[in-house]
């Protein structure tokens, strides 16, 4: 679990950056989804990793060597009337001893108050752009403050994206933060095993959803950590099918990308196994291919190697198993030049994880790619989807299959946190014939 201390650590680490400048960061507004209805609320993930505090109507503010308290917050105060509606709120009491605020203020008085705190503040560091209605409030707070000018007043002169400094740190990832992905995979793991066991001919797809969303509930999740893509047969070609609502036939493949939100951070696990309980032969050798370049791809994640790395291994490794099945001609390395293999691979193989799906952190620093360091955590995903054409022998059409894992990398090399998923064609016929 991560504690204050964790939470005061990311903020010291981000304020040795900010220096005589000032950072402020909203979290989430809540989102409507129809008439009176509202989505399930999630915080910002910025301002969740510096704070901890989940509640909306929020903003968290950080000011380097300001003697009354350099980090406050803006929340909603406690209400009785609408705690018995919506549950409880921390309130400003709750904000200082419960998320070690040095100071809290009611959100209705944030207009009084935060132009203020920008008063002779070099730089303001936000994530100008992702709320625009907060960005009009905050330029409008720093014309009120230029205004003063003539008081001897000092206004910000500059605005800095955030995201360059913050988004560095979060793509490291501590001890507290380890252990929230470990439990994200664990549970997203035992979703997976829950959907191949009881998984049958005749079934819908979002039978299996429900399946899977069982298991992420059951196991703590406050959320699938995005929309579960149940495609069965062809849809399994659409990279983001998220429909969900065919039938599952008893002779096609089903991939399952799917995974739990715990504390949030994200799990994300891909599998692809027969509706039947058996492959098939031309699925399990494309499957075979799939999974090579899969295991190969892990193998080369470790501390210096390049983020691009594990694609170049994945792309390799498929390119020779589809020219070993005829359905490419030509050398490999030639192939691998042109890019044929785009035909049959058309996504990159990995992207970060942690707070979101698709996290933070640039994938290329200056002109090269990002080398990985320990505590990075991405995910490795080949895949093979066959698209239905008539250069291709039609035994081969719309047949899709994607191997996912999430792994860290240590100072050993990496660990896998998914692994416990089956992916060895036996391991996945055999937990399907056993139906545990």
């Known amino acids: ?40 609320y999630r915080p910002d993930s910025d301002f969740f990793y510096l704070t901890g505090f989940s509640e909306p109507e929020a903003v968290a503010v950080l000011i380097p060597g300001r003697a ?9 105060q406690r209400n009785s009337a609408e705690e018995m509606w919506d549950g409880h709120r921390a309130g400003l009491e709750g904000a200082v001893k419960g998320f070690n605020a040095d100071d809290a203020f009611p959100m209705d008085d944030i207009e009084d108050i935060l132009p ?14 992702r709320y625009p209605d907060f ?6 707070w720093l014309s009120d403050v230029k205004k003063r000018k003539q008081s001897g007043i000092s206004a910000p002169g500059e605005l800095v994206d955030l995201g360059y400094i913050l988004h560095e740190l979060r793509l490291v990832k501590g001890a507290s933060e380890i252990r929230a992905m470990k439990k994200a995979a664990a549970v997203s793991v035992a979703a997976h095993r829950r959907a191949m066991s009881r998984c049958r001919p005749g079934m819908f797809e979002y039978e299996i959803e429900a399946e899977l969303e069982y298991a992420f509930r059951q196991g703590g999740a406050q959320y699938p950590a995005y929309p579960s893509i149940v495609a069965g047969g062809k849809n399994a070609c659409i990279l983001h099918y998220i429909n969900n609502n065919q039938r599952l036939r008893r002779h096609d ?10 504390d949030c951070y994200c799990a994300d696990i891909t599998r692809t196994f027969p509706v039947s309980g058996r492959f098939s032969g031309r699925q399990k050798a494309l499957y075979e291919i799939v999974l090579a370049a899969q295991l190969a791809a892990i193998d080369s994640v470790s501390p210096g190697a390049s983020f691009i790395d594990p694609h170049e291994t ?5 390119t020779i198993g589809l020219k070993d099945l ?22 990159r193989t990995s992207h970060w994880l942690g707070l979101d799906v698709h996290d933070v952190g640039e994938y290329r620093v200056g ?3 990002r080398v990985l360091e320990p505590g990075m955590v991405l995910t490795i995903e080949p895949g093979i989807y066959v698209p239905q054409h008539r250069s291709i022998p039609e035994k081969w059409h719309e047949i899709g299959i994607r191997i996912e894992d999430d792994v860290l990398v240590t100072r050993q090399g990496h660990e896998v946190l998914t692994g416990e998923a089956p992916k060895d064609p036996a391991a996945i016929e055999a937990l399907m014939a056993s139906g545990n």
């Not at 009354?68 to 909603?76: D, Q, T, V, Y």
């Not at 493949?253 to 715990?262: K, T, V």
């Not at 994945?314 to 498929?318: E, F, L």
């Not at 390395?333 to 044929?340: M, R």
Request: glycine letters at 8%.
């Open 314 to 318: 994945a792309v390799r490794t498929i």
């Open 253 to 262: 493949l089903l991939l399952i990308d799917a995974g739990a939100e715990i």
């Open 326 to 347: 005829k359905l490419l001609k030509g050398s490999v390395d030639s192939l691998v030049e042109k890019a044929a293999y785009r035909k049959f691979f058309t996504h």
């Open 116 to 129: 203020g705190l920008l008063e002779n503040r070099s730089k303001v560091y936000c994530n100008l752009g």
């Open 1 to 40: 679990m991560t504690t204050v201390r964790d939470y005061a650590r990311r903020r010291q680490n981000l304020m040795q950056h900010i220096g005589d400048g000032i950072a402020i960061l909203p979290s989430a507004p809540v989102a409507r989804r129809n008439g009176d209805v509202l989505y399930r």
């Open 68 to 76: 009354k308290g350099e980090f406050l917050i803006f929340c909603r």
């Open 367 to 369: 002109e090269a790619w």
């Open 135 to 140: 960005d009009e409030q905050l330029l409008h």
